[in-house]
């Protein structure tokens, strides 16, 4: 037995690996941005900063910026599209429409007109050489070309950062095409300095927050105001109780730090401090200094200006030169494992989830299992229900075949089989929750308002009377379709010869039929048993609707309305997972209910 449950559990491999790439290759044939659709129907247009740099935050976070199964970016060379991309950053609508009427009549007009050319059709703007040769479609030309040369640079990630940053260190670049390749790093990469470290401070974390302070501290030392020696004892008094606190006491804490204390805190992040010492003096900097390091321009900034950002895109680089530069073996790994598909299977084998592609940005781990905890009380009631009557009532019709009994049993089935669940659901309300009728069960929900402040037996007793209708719902169909097969098996097996054989012999007919019909009328049943633990966890999406139950089914439909792809994989790959084991453990019942099934008989054949 063991060996066939190992050799199952093999098999299992390669079935999610296909369900996965299924999977993945439909959500990516869907239409649509799942992160664009958030920000309204004007797509590009109109955003604030925060929201567009919420958005890039999400894109990086489920690698949406990545292609989709082979990354050969590593291997090619984007100078020449990246000093475009900073060239039309840096213009306005305006000089880009004036610049598209050139390029429509006479490219050669222009210094390398055709190479921009080249650039503007690369970026896939709808209708483009149409749109060109009608200079009335230009204005309109020239925002679709702003937005898409601002979508091919957050697409090309920190791949366009070591080009960009190579362009601007060049001596025949000039200010505003610096402006432009600042803007296009803004938008290839999201929080390009790290300021202080995560909530559970890592020594590998020190290098970057140090590095990046340690550049603003060069510009800022010599205009900050030096601390007397009483003024250092009582910072330091103060600074050691600081170490000590919690966290929610350390930032409830620091907002009443006085500005002028910034060259202590500064002298104890970037001098030999302990690590618990550096991570509060880094979160005292970041609540004390607003903007350490400008990362950005305005259109008409001046070339001292121009030359301190581009100085501070450069200082990242040089930190995060490992990133960008990786060593050619890294890189030909990066082409398989640097993917979209890559990532997400990672982060499947690995159950580490991610977040949700929505607002919230909540864990998809913790959003799936705050779901099962609602759905799975309600399935195992709901199957315990099913089969605590069904199989008993399908018994007692087969035993009692052409009865009164049969025919009334029978009857109540297939009228039980025609009531589909929804619509159970809506009757149900209707007769025992409001209206004119009873008014017995809750509407909606599984608890009353303040049950968390009632006594466990009162809390139980209220879980289920909110619970009784969505399980009656829950139940009823399937509870018909299971005695119907119960009822069907159980005839086919009291028919055979070794069945009179028993009664012939004197036995009780209750022995008769419980050990030694219902064991073999149970293997047809068994069979059904591989939907019980996808059906417990699963949940169903319009009872959970109806009754305003935030449960598995309804989570499963509200992340395909939201294209939440990260909580929908994994959702597709759990239950994929849950059906494999389902399948499995009904093979394991089929022996322990029929002895004459048995693993190794295959085997023992050849």
């Not at 060069?218 to 170490?243: G, I, K, N, V």
């Not at 930032?251 to 104890?268: M, S």
């Not at 010492?277 to 607003?290: C, Q």
């Not at 303040?450 to 009823?476: I, K």
Request: some cysteine.
């Amino acid at each position: 037995m063991w060996s066939y449950i190992v050799r199952r559990l093999l098999l299992m491999i390669p079935t999610l690996f296909g369900i996965t790439v299924v999977s993945f290759c439909i959500m990516q044939l869907a239409p649509g941005d799942p992160l664009l659709i958030q920000l309204g129907a004007t797509g590009l247009a109109g955003q604030t900063t925060q929201t567009r740099e919420a958005y890039l935050i999400q894109k990086r976070d489920l690698k949406l910026d990545r292609p989709l199964l082979l990354n050969f970016r590593y291997f090619r060379d984007y100078s020449r599209a990246v000093y475009w991309a900073g060239h039309y950053r840096a213009a306005n609508e305006s000089q880009i429409a004036a610049e598209l009427a050139v390029l429509a009549h006479d490219p050669e007009r222009l210094p390398k007109g055709q190479e921009r050319l080249a650039f503007l059709r690369s970026l896939g703007i709808p209708r483009f050489r149409t749109r060109l040769e009608d200079p009335a479609e230009h204005g309109r030309l020239a925002q679709a070309v702003a937005a898409y040369v601002q979508v091919f640079c957050e697409d090309l990630g920190h791949h366009g950062v070591p080009f960009a940053v190579r362009i601007l260190q060049s001596r025949d670049v000039d200010r505003q095409d610096k402006i432009g390749l600042i803007h296009a790093l803004n938008s290839m990469v999201v929080e390009p300095f790290v300021f202080t470290y995560s909530a559970h401070p890592r020594e590998e974390e020190t290098p970057y927050v140090v590095g990046a302070w340690w550049l603003w501290w060069r510009r800022a030392e010599s205009t900050t105001r030096p601390l007397t020696s009483t003024e250092r004892a009582e910072l330091e008094s103060r600074f050691h109780a600081l170490c000590q606190m919690s966290q929610n006491q350390l930032l409830e804490e620091l907002d009443y730090l006085d500005p002028q204390t910034v060259r202590f805190f500064a002298e104890k992040l970037l001098g030999d401090s302990t690590l618990r010492e550096k991570f509060v003096a880094s979160l005292a900097l970041r609540r004390l200094v607003r903007e350490p390091l400008r990362l950005d321009v305005p259109a008409d900034a001046p070339k001292s200006l121009v030359d301190e950002v581009a100085e501070n895109w450069m200082a990242h680089y040089q930190l995060y030169r490992k990133r960008y530069e990786p060593s050619a073996l890294l890189r030909v790994a990066y082409v398989f494992t640097d993917t979209q598909y890559a990532h997400m299977v990672w982060r499947l084998v690995t159950f580490q989830f991610g977040r949700s592609a929505t607002k919230t940005r909540e864990p998809v781990a913790t959003k799936i299992w705050n779901a099962v905890i609602v759905s799975a009380p309600l399935m195992l009631m709901a199957e315990l229900v099913t089969y605590l009557i069904a199989i008993p009532a399908g018994i007692i019709a087969a035993v009692k075949r052409n009865t009164l009994t049969d025919r009334a049993i029978s009857l109540t089935l297939f009228l039980l089989y025609s009531i589909p669940s929804f619509v159970a659901a809506m009757l149900l309300l209707l007769f025992f929750c409001y209206g004119d009728y009873l008014k017995w069960f809750p509407m909606i929900g599984l608890h009353s308002e303040g049950a968390e402040n009632f006594p466990w037996p009162r809390y139980l007793l209220d879980y289920l009377w909110h619970a009784f209708l969505p399980v009656m719902c829950l139940s009823l169909f399937s509870l018909a379709g299971l005695a119907m097969y119960a009822r069907t098996s159980m005839l086919e097996v009291i028919s055979q010869d070794y069945i009179r054989t028993a009664r012939a012999k004197g036995l009780s007919e209750f022995t008769v039929i419980f050990k030694h019909a219902l064991r073999n009328a149970l293997i047809p049943i068994l069979t059904l048993f591989s939907s019980f633990l996808p059906a417990l966890l699963g949940g169903s999406v319009l009872v959970e609707y109806i009754f305003g139950i935030h449960g598995m089914g309804r989570l499963s439909w509200e992340s395909i309305e939201q294209k939440d792809y990260p909580t929908l994989m994994a959702l597709i790959y759990i239950d994929a997972i849950i059906v494999l084991v389902s399948i499995l453990l009904t093979d394991i019942l089929y022996v322990l209910v029929d002895p004459r099934i048995t693993f190794s008989a295959q085997g023992e054949e050849k």
